[in-house]
């Protein structure tokens, strides 16, 4: 089955400064990846995603990269700010005979004002 | 806000006890997976629900079974409740289609369950 891998566990970056998570998985039927904020007590929010037909996607100060060859995908956030802290999960999906989902780990950000 | 709601929001129970979590999907969704998130992890899958019919299962035993209805909501039951069943319940509702490419997932707020 699939298998995503999400580093660093915990990630605590200096207001203004850019924050990077990466994500690898092993399914190479995967070809959907959408990354989800997830604050404390709350659900997780979708924020972004990427589709396997494209390389780059941006939004403002949030951008994802997918590299299918490597198999990995990575999240982007710049200018970051106190309100970007929370937990943040990659997930793969693929779809044959459902849509299977797999979330990695989570990265929880600190942003330190 | 998405259109995913369930209910309920927190839940005790004691352990050997039976539960029904309840989810209705985001209108014009037509799947609905159901997710386990213990403290400090990422969602686990339990399973998808699509057209009334499971549709794929996570790493789960049978005590945790579900159902989906006509109008796409779904149950989550869980049976003979163990400690560590203690979790953060998660549905997510989305359009899946069949050999197509993957499509957003939207959660619902989720349902606390904490069995003493």
Same mark, same amino acid.
């Given at each position: ?10 990630? =605590? ?81 693929? =779809? ?18 | ?116």
């Amino acid at each position: 089955g699939e298998n995503v891998e999400q580093h660093p566990s915990t990630l =605590s970056v200096q207001e203004g400064d850019s924050a990077v998570i990466k994500c690898t998985y092993s399914d190479s039927a995967s070809n959907y990846f959408p990354w989800y904020k997830q604050e404390l007590g709350k659900r997780p929010q979708l924020i972004i995603d990427i589709r396997s037909n494209v390389g780059e996607k941006k939004d403002q100060r949030i951008a994802v990269t997918l590299n299918k060859t490597a198999k990995h995908f990575s999240l982007h956030i710049t200018e970051t700010q106190p309100e970007d802290s929370a937990v943040y999960f990659c997930a793969a999906i693929s =779809s044959g005979g459902y849509q299977k989902v797999t979330f990695g780990i989570g990265t929880k950000l600190q942003v330190i004002p | 806000e998405t259109g995913v709601t369930q209910s309920p929001t927190h839940l005790i129970k004691t352990r050997g006890q039976q539960v029904t979590l309840r989810c209705s999907s985001q209108s014009g969704h037509n799947t609905v997976s159901w997710y386990q998130q213990a403290l400090g992890q990422g969602p686990q899958f339990i399973f998808q629900y699509y057209r009334e019919e499971e549709n794929g299962r996570g790493n789960f035993p049978p005590r945790f079974s579900g159902l989906q209805f006509p109008n796409y909501s779904s149950e989550l039951n869980v049976n003979a409740l163990e400690l560590d069943d203690s979790a953060l319940y998660l549905c997510a509702s989305s359009l899946a289609r069949q050999g197509g490419i993957g499509t957003e997932a939207f959660f619902g707020q989720g349902t606390r369950l904490t069995v003493v």
